[in-house]
Every structure is written in structure tokens, then in C-alpha cells.
């Protein structure tokens, strides 16, 4: 195996590892804010990714709008996915398995209707700086690919700083820890429940806009990333902002090592078995605390 | 400053308290005993709302509050101290009280104005371990986060659900000290406990409740009658 062709892969490796911990980012925010495992996730990404291209694309409006409205309609998505399917399922005691449940349904309904309008082809969106390459080692990266890391790397610190330094975020991991204590500190926890989804919601259409011109659009995308992310999110511990990001980025560069040392049909085993050998050995995946402390 | 008419309150469909009649003054503490399982925490949540009213109604001030939603009573200046405390405990005891705070800072003209700087004085030993996640504190020293959580939200009417139960004597000396401050700074409480003699001493009047009924009252008089407490005790706490 040559340098470059190593380096070459690491990098895709690095790439596609963002491209997990953004939508484990969300599916972390989202689990650590409510206590729920959105299944959506990935579909959030499709719809900000579909979006994106609608009116960046479609319509021939200028690409910063197509990304701001892709990330938009994830937030309003994600808000949605509160008030007609978490909240309804709340009111009837649901449990963390509905959740789950309700949203499982909700990724393959998005999926359909994907299908429906779009077909079964898949879909271009342009990157930013199109598709310049730079040179690294004497391998070559989409610039596209490093604003994604960039700009992933950003929402990750701004994120830590919101949940640390916020009232509103300090609301929001006080409604998740204890909801009934917040309830008697005059938190609106339902409300705080609904910014969650949203929140998780807006992370998920930044990935898409953000992924999609690395993986191309197309209607099935959204269980595939949700597992990908999910992953990614386990490995780093289900509430950590960082460590889904660095979950991803171990995922990523896991399967890119397979790929040159095995053969690229095994990529997706290895990164399951590697998922399921952490769920066995640490349960509370790398970053998780060891046990809850009791309140 | 609270007052509960005809209470009926339960889990489900199935109710807990009857027709429970209980007032509480301005500036006065009033005890509620009785024995486990009497519904005394039931009690508690109905009043801060987490299990909704099924009859009658709950006053504060004279303003029907039993159909608000639980975090709008809180701002009505109800703030309670659950049985179990609910801290948030992998957060640091500053988080905890500053969450507090910033709820407490929407209540104007509040009649009592703890600040953050207020709890530190009223409980010493959290000015050295503001960082650490209040999980790992001590019994007593939860209790304690507890109520200086509840005292930031500036409250008028504070109910304090077993504030003694499981600690130390020496603990529980110093909650009682705390209690008597708030008492003397003419706070309004409502204290329920299973210890009737910290009840007597931090309390004015009391009720005692049976099977989720109020069944005596004691006025101020007979409430702090030995012979007469230790024959309730055997009737109803026995
Ligand atoms: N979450 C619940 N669901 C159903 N029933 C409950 C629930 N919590 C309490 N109960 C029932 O309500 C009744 C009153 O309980 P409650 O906790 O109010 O008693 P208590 O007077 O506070 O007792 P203790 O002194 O042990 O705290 C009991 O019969 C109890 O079994
Ligand atoms: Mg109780």
C-alpha cells in the first residue's frame, strides 16, 4: 500500500466519519435534551438536503439561501416532529421504546414521500466551492469536505457553550435530568422538550445540506445516515456533543482502513461489529459517564 | 396565602385525598402528619401540580391556581422541596442554583428576594464545592441544595415534603435552624413530617391526615402539648 493511497483513505475516512458524528451529533442532542432515540434523524438531513436542492437547484436561487432554508426546514421539521408525533404519544404515557417507535415511522413516511415526488434517482447538490480539490500529502479533498469538518467542528463547540452557558440550555438538561424538578422550578418542560426536537431538527438539515454534496440525494439516504450517526452517537457515549463527533470520526476512519486492508463490500460490516464489540465493552460507549449520578 | 377546599387528587383515576380542607396564613407555618401512605405527598403534588385536581379547588391568594400547569404555579410563588428532592445531579451545585435563579428573576416585586449570594450565607459549606455535580453531596447536604433551589425562586409559600427524613440528628438540627429563619423572616410554609417533634417546633398549627383525609386539627395550643402529641402519635403515627 502506498503513502498516498493510505493517506487518500484516511481522509475519506475523516470525510464520511463528519458526515456520522453530524447526524450522531443530532440524534445526541436530541437523546441528552429528551430522552428520546429520534430515528428521523437521517431524514431530517434528507429534507434539509431536499430542500436545499429545490431551491438551489430547482428554482436557481442563490446557494447560501438553499443552505439556510435546508437547515431551516430541518428546525421546523424537527418542531413539527414534537407537536404531531412526540407530544401526542407523551400525552398517552408513551414510553422511550414509542418514541422510538413513532419516529421509526416517521423516517419511512419521509422516505415515501421522497420517493413519491423525487423518484428512485438520485439528485446533485452542488458544494461549497463546487467541486474544487486541494492537495494534502499528495492526496486530493473536496474543499467542500473541509468546510463540512470546519463547520461541524464549530456547531460542536457552539453547542457545548449553549448547553454550559445558557440559561436556556441549562433549562433544557435540567427538563431532561429531572423532569418533575424542573416542572417545580417553573420550567416549562414540554415546551423545553419541543426546542429540543428543534434544535436536533436543525442540526439534521445542516447535515444534509452539508452531506449531500459528498453522498448525492436520493430517497433512501435517511435510514442509512440514521444508522451510520447512531452508531456514531454510541460510540460517543449517546449525550455527548463531542463525542458523537469523535464517535463519527472513529467510525469513518474504521471503515476506510477496512476498505484498503479488506475490501470496500466489507465497510459497513466492520463498522457494525465495531459498534456492536463497544456496546458489549462499554456500555456507556467512550465518552459516557460510568453510571448516572443519582439526584 | 394557600388554601385547598374540598381536594380531591389521585394517580389515574383512582383518587388519594378526599375533600381535603387545609389553609395556610400569611407568615405561618403549618405542619400536616400522618402516617405512611396517608397521602401526604399526594398532597404536595397536587398543590404544585403535578398530579392534576380531580374536585375542589386550590387558592393562592385567593386565585384559583388548580388548573395551572405545574411550572406556572412555581411562578405564582409556590415553590416546593419534593420528597426526594429532585436536584439535578450531574449538574454542579452552581448550575443547580443558578437555574433557579434565572426562574426566580421573573417574579417582580417578589416579597422575599433570596439571591445566590442569600443561599451561600444561609448554607456555608456551598461556597467551596460551587463545581462539583450535587450527585455526589451527602443526604443532608442535598436537602439543603434543596431548599436554597426553592428559596431562589423567591417564593411566598414554601412546602417542604420530609425535610428530616433519613438524615442525621445533627443535620437535622441545622435544617431546623433554617427553618426557624425563614419562620422569622415571615416566610409562609407548609411542612409536612413524620417527626412530630421537628414538626411542633418549626410549626404554628397543625393537620393530621389519615387515608387521605384530614381527620384533626391542632391549634396552636394543643400542638405544642406534649401529653396531648404523644397520644396523636400513637393514634395516628403508631
Ligand atoms: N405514583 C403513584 N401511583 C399510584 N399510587 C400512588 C402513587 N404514589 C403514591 N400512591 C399511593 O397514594 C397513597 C398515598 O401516598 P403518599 O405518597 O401521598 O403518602 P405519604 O403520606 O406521603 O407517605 P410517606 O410518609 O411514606 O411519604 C398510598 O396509598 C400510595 O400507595
Ligand atoms: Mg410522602
Redesign the interface.
Known sequence: MTLTLLVQSVLAGLTNGFVYGLIGLGIAVVFRGARIINAMQGDLALIGSVVAYLIAVSLGLPMILGFLLGVVAGGVTGFLVDRLMIRPTAKRRGTEDSFLLVTLGGAFAVSATVLLYFGRDSYVLPGIGGNAMVDVFDAAMRVHAIWLIVISTGVVLALRWFYAKT?IG??M??AS??P??????????GWMRTMTLALGGLVGGLAGVLVAPLINIQYEMGLLLTLKGFAAAILGGLTSPFGAIFGGVILGLVEALAVVTISSGYKDVVAMTLLIAIMIAMPQGLFG?RG???? | MLATHQLRAGYGSVAVLFDVDIAVGAGESIAIIGANGAGKSTLVRAI???IPSMAGTIEKEGRPIQSL???????HGV??V?EG???????SLE?NL???E??GS?RRNARFDFSFEDVLDLFPFMRGRLGA????FSGGE?QMVAIG??LL?KPDLLILDEPSTGLAPKVVREIVAVIQTLRQKGMSLLLIEQHIGVASECSDRAYVMSLGKIVKELDSTDWHDQSLLAEITQAYLG
Open positions: 440559561a441549562q433549562a438538561l435540567a435530568i429531572d418533575e424538578g424542573a416542572l417545580t422550578l417553573g420550567i416549562n418542560v459517564r448516572r449520578l443519582g439526584g | 404544585c401540580g403535578l400547569p405545574p411550572h406556572a404555579r412555581a411562578e415553590a416546593v419534593l428532592r429532585h436536584l439535578f445531579g450531574e449538574l448550575s443558578r437555574i433557579a434565572t426562574q421573573k455535580p450535587v450527585g455526589v442535598q433551589r426553592a425562586l
